[in-house]
């Protein structure tokens, strides 16, 4: 299926139904006054959460959404049936942006999440309602309301719990590969990812985080060299940035530090908050690599100021993978368990959104 995170739909809920004029005819009851019953609401358009979804690319064929209009009412004081509300599916993760003003409308967070884009039109009073002491025969009604209209632009970032950065061929692909179930294309030449790939990394039945892969990052993609920078929004929602570094010295041109240095500088440009984002190192292809090779660089990164995590891994052997995440499980654990402690501190306070 094609990657598609981005589209723009246009959205338009129910008209009401009008109020119905009619008066009561019966035999033996010449005056039997007003009857026009009401119409009925519009349906309104929400935006639904649906697990099954993880790209927008439905909405390259249909961008017309409308629900149905409420139905006028008639005699004997009947009302109108109501339309039905219409309901879209989106995947997680999906920010929903008003196209004319830029206003973020909200965040389809959460496997249940629910956003009312367009509200239906109200229902038209049929003249029954202005029935009075003084207007026993009553010719007034009113008619339904138009339903809201909006043009709506989507922007999906994937949810995952770690991202994977690193140049072209540092190996990312395949370290998801052999880590879980995703199977994105690998190969022996750069650029081979072209869109985010999830895959689910399972240590045990209750044990297991999502890990998300885009298109590696070159130099100058700050200013809109490669395809990596455009995917990088898909990796803000991470709680941790796992850095690949290639170390086997096929090219002999290429230097592991620079490499480093290169995507530090890249990230930074772009988003100094997700710069800022915790990242750990990860030194792979090892198995291709000399050990005083590798130490050698560990040091040099040291010496440059580099403090944080760093690890040794072969995706394509194995070797350090299961350490690598069980680290980051535990990791992410204590995450989880701060962030938990942190909300019942503040006594779980917070305004409400728009979602349901």
């Known amino acids: 299926m094609k990657f598609v995170d981005e589209a723009t739909i246009n959205v338009d809920a129910g008209k009401g139904g009008d109020g119905c004029l009619s008066f009561r005819r019966e ?3 010449p005056r039997g006054g007003p009857d026009g019953g009401d119409g009925g609401d519009g349906g309104s358009v929400w935006l639904e959460v649906d697990p099954g979804l993880n790209t927008l690319v439905d909405f ?6 409308r629900a149905q209009n409420g139905q006028p009412g008639a005699g004997r004081e009947r009302r109108g049936k109501s339309g039905e509300d219409l309901v879209v599916r989106v995947p997680e993760g999906t ?7 830029g206003e973020l409308l909200g965040d389809m967070v959460g496997a249940e999440a629910r956003l009312l884009v367009a509200r239906g039109g109200w229902h038209g009073l049929g003249n029954t309602r202005f029935k009075s002491s003084i207007n026993r025969a009553p010719r ?5 309301t138009p339903g809201e209209h909006r043009e709506l632009r989507l922007e999906l970032k994937l949810l995952a719990d770690v991202g994977l950065l ?3 061929n540092a190996g990312k692909s395949t370290l998801i590969r052999a880590v879980s179930a995703a199977r994105p294309k690998v190969a022996d030449y750069p650029f081979t990812t072209l869109v985010p790939n999830l895959g689910v990394v399972r240590l045990g039945t209750d044990q297991s985080f999502v890990i998300a892969d885009i298109p590696g990052i070159i130099e100058g993609a700050a200013e809109g060299a490669g395809l990596g920078l455009r995917f990088l929004k898909h990796l803000e929602r991470t709680r941790l940035l796992l850095h690949l570094v290639d170390v086997s010295g096929f090219d002999p041109e290429r230097d592991p530090l620079t490499d480093f240095d290169t995507i530090s500088r890249e990230l930074e440009q772009h988003d100094s908050e ?10 792979n292809k090892i198995d ?8 050698a660089l560990e040091q040099r990164l040291r010496e440059a100021g580099w403090d ?9 052997t194995g070797e350090g993978c299961d350490a690598l995440m069980w680290a980051i499980h535990a990791w992410l654990t204590a995450a989880r368990e701060k962030d938990q402690d942190e909300e019942e501190n503040d006594g779980g306070s917070g305004e409400g959104d728009e979602l349901e």
């Open 166 to 168: 690193g140049l072209p």
């Open 95 to 101: 920010l929903v942006y008003d196209a004319e003003t």
């Open 140 to 144: 007034r009604t009113t008619p339904g």
């Open 60 to 65: 390259r064929f249909k961008r017309r959404f």
């Open 308 to 316: 944080g995590p760093l690890y040794r891994v072969s995706a394509v």
């Open 274 to 283: 997700l710069a800022a984002r915790p990242r750990w190192v990860v030194l």
């Open 288 to 295: 291709a690599a000399q050990t005083d090779a590798v130490d």
């Open 27 to 29: 035999k033996y009851i």
